[in-house]
């Protein structure tokens, strides 16, 4: 039995991941750390969980002291880096933030408006679809974004024919967490449909690392708790059927435990609440544009379940464990 | 007070419309003609609706000899064309089907897959902020498809500085009529959002009519009854800052009752409900990608709303009568 | 493997049952009678259908030479007993209409304003909770109410104490049916909630055949698709505590595999989707007044699911095949 | 132009008042008090308002220098007064809270836990319908809660015919507050009904103030934001016929500008977001029980919309200015 914590225990992406891993028969959670809700049930924040377990607000020394194998930081971008500078090395590390999302530290910090902790790091960035093996040896892992994870599915495979992606995304409203204006006031979004940061989202930045073709991005709302679609609209420059779209895409996967790829249009229920990535489409226009699309749930594939497949790797389980 | 008619008014469009007709106060509704339904009263079919009006499957001899001023088909495709041509010339007509939208008789045969009753045809494409002087003196009125409504607004303005335009649209689940699969079962699209015809929708090619530069359209249902946004991704092949592209739409709107631009997003609930198109965004991104948005509502300016401005326009009346 | 059929298949009741019948491992659908959709594939009429099963118009010989060992009538109230008398005597039969859920047939005829087709009838009332042992014997089942199943298991242990009994009920618009001003306009009942048949539904006088107190009965539709509660406010005429009405409920309830009894407040979707009755409140209040709350999926539980049960009851299955 | 504040503005019925007031011609809100968000802009708590208005924390030094008209308290329970002594004889007060609803303070104090401030205080409870006169003389005026104002309503014009009424009442999520697991999570509430407090809800007490016979009261939450339904099950004792049930109703609300009585059964969405309530039914039982149903919204007529109505009676202002 291998134990494990979360740091920024108390929101969505926290909260997710505390349900995932309960009914993970391999670890057990020791540390479930909220500065804000320290001494507080999570029942009393989510009436909807079953369970007495309780927010602490443990010291550095104390985590450390504790020796888990692993912490699950979700704590917000820009604050989670100092709070695992602080781990122990013999701690590994998934951080959900995207602090050390960016190879590239200027970059990162040109994006998210602070000086990075380090000048340099070596964290893997968890996509196991692209990088299992790294995965398996690293000590600290930066787990995906939710937009990131569809957009770079949807894509990944096809990149030497594009000329320019349009990523066209609609994501749940869980996506902009539990103190956005959706969770404050749920009637915003009813019967709804909000663009926002229109053309540059963070998260395209993030994307651009490894979508190697001038890309746009644009993110919206829709009037779900859970769930995303991203669009691709791939303008093709090179000679190729769709059916040849969609055997790069098959043959790219054919290993992966949660991606599914078939001619079929995925829908958002189709992998609510599921870890798994569905892309279908496969149309190409009189434009030559190419039409991909992938769904996911956002809190699962593009959050905690993702964390969860990159802990299994790390841990030594197999990485479906515990997600099914 | 004119005098006008539906055919085919059962539907959700044909139902809009008469609600619509009841609050104007320059027209009565002397025909409103269902063959499935005759003797039906409306309020059977609608529960929610307020009066006694009952539909009638009057011969075109009969509607005819009612000499009624405007006639307006709310017909399926393929199937109005066959109506319209029994009507006495000295009727208006506007036609909310797609059979007089194309002025190319083949490429519309190519389309909807029927043979046009008619080799050429000199109806005007009903979209006010393009075609208010024709429309004055139509004696038949194409009204436009929702999405190309949504679309053509969104890009006509700048069309001169673009390369290729991906439309990505989402609508509210009426568009798809009373027959669909949502109104058959309405939980399927709850939480859910579903993308169709990703590459070849007809709407593509109302659009491409007036939008002359390569372009590209996927529609998506979204979990709400009325409503429509359109995301439009611009890509630039000339120098323009984002300030030059909102002043662009300004001026070309500047005269349009119906049409609001300015930098504001708009969200899908900001003109439900309403006859308004508002547009806004107008970012660019490092790809020289302008995002423009449009939203309307899918019943009202992209089809019964639009079709009542341009009976305005027709009998004479200012063109908001009836429709604030 | 038994043979069952479905008539009058077209239905939401029809739907569900054939839904629930595909996963049960004992029996084969050979029979799915539509008059109206004879040719229609169910996908057609229920988008989400997955299966190619198509419905059919067979005659009553045509049903007879087939001799399956069951057939469900989902028909219409006052339609379903002309059918069911054309059967043969070797076939069972559960009839989901109310045609033959009253023992007194004058009853019947005053409330469905139809003339029997029998003057008599020994057709069991099929709530295994009360009937077991008749259902395993009958060759006609008259399967319950959904309101009326919601308020038996609610009221009948304790109804020697009761001097007067109100069931306020709360149910999914499914309960109005496919041709229901609901099914045909969704938004209706969006943010809504609906009271109707206030003093005198029919199902008021199917429960009082078994609970012999006087009672009220006031019925409502509610924001969502399926799912039922029966809040049962219960005027006590003799002394119990609390504790004692709760063991009342339990020891009655002790050998039901579908009825669940717990202090806790039942919620609607504690019961969705299962065929599973929760009871729960059992609080007095300073008028004497016991609240006892009951939950059902009125498709399920209140309808199909039933169905199941008393199908394996008379065909020797154990009651609960099939609908875990 | 009269002067007005508010105490304990963050929460739902401080916003919606909020919102009310600043519709209103006849004042200006010069107070809107928040400790927890003193600074904080009310659109950083509510996205949808539109106006730069800030939370501020003045002392009641600085309250009573500033020498309002009139200062509104939707402070909790048991704190609102210890504010309301605080504040200078010359302001008028409208209490949202319970403090002041009960003439018996044993009683207050046993129902809400905690030691009244005063041995005896001469509060109006603000029902316009019953205290008009009363009100507009009052100093301080007790505004009743939602379900009180819903249930009194349905039921004080018939008491004196009633052996025993049953409110079961149905109440939107926003009734819960801002703090309720409601608001912390709304998945919990779709598609659900959940009932609570089912026989000794506070509001029941404060009922039995006006409704002098034996009263039972049982809430349920609906999967809405705002509107509510009390079904009143009224025991008759005396003969009356339906049509004389009727016309008491109609008689005795005739000249009240916000209560409307029909036969009809009103429906929640018939008096969401209006002042209104709306009274039906009017049917009668073979068990001799009348069903009135009485439909109000929660936030407006059950809570800062009857607020208005009592300020404009107090100001010396039309009852319904600012309310249509």
Redesign the interface.
């Known amino acids: 039995m291998k134990q494990v914590g979360i740091l920024g225990a108390s929101g969505y992406t926290g909260q997710e991941l505390l349900k995932l891993l309960k009914k993970h028969a391999g670890v057990e959670v020791k540390v479930l750390n909220s500065r804000t809700y320290d001494g507080t049930k999570v029942s009393e924040?989510?009436?909807?969980f079953e369970g007495d377990e309780t927010y602490t607000n443990y010291t550095f020394e104390q985590i450390n002291a504790l020796n888990p194998d692993l912490i699950f930081s979700a704590l917000p971008h820009r604050i989670s880096m100092d709070a695992i500078e602080k781990l122990d090395n013999s701690i590994k590390i998934i951080d959900l933030s995207a602090d050390y999302r960016f190879k590239d530290i200027k970059k990162y910090e040109a994006i998210y408006g602070r000086k990075h902790v380090k000048t340099a790091h070596n964290a893997v960035y968890g996509l196991p679809e692209l990088h299992q093996a790294e995965i398996k040896q690293a000590r600290l892992v930066a787990n995906p974004g939710c937009y990131a994870t569809a957009c770079i599915l949807a894509a990944y495979p096809i990149q030497e024919f594009a000329g320019?992606i349009?990523f066209?995304c609609?994501s749940g409203w869980s996506g902009a967490g539990k103190d956005s204006?959706y969770a404050?006031?749920?009637?915003?979004i009813?019967?709804?449909?909000?663009?926002?940061s229109?053309?540059?989202h963070r998260h395209?930045y993030e994307i651009e690392q490894f979508v190697k073709t001038?890309?746009?991005?644009?993110p919206?709302v829709?009037?779900?708790?859970q769930?995303m679609?991203c669009?691709a609209?791939i303008?093709l420059n090179k000679d190729i059927t769709p059916e040849e779209t969609l055997k790069l895409y098959v043959d790219f996967y054919k290993d992966s435990s949660f991606v599914r790829v078939s001619k079929d249009?995925p829908?958002?229920?189709h992998t609510?609440k599921t870890n798994f990535c569905q892309i279908g489409?496969f149309?190409?226009?009189e434009?030559n544009?190419l039409?991909v699309?992938s769904t996911i749930d956002n809190l699962i594939k593009g959050a905690s379940g993702q964390a969860i497949e990159n802990m299994n790797l790390m841990l030594g389980f197999a990485s479906s464990y515990g997600l099914n």
């Open positions: 924040l989510y009436p909807d320019h349009i066209d609609k204006p404050k006031d749920p009637t915003i009813k019967d709804n449909l909000v663009a926002y229109i053309t540059r395209k001038p890309l746009s991005f644009t919206h829709i009037d779900t708790f769930g679609m669009t609209h303008l249009i829908q958002v229920r609510q489409g149309e190409i226009d434009s544009q039409v699309i």
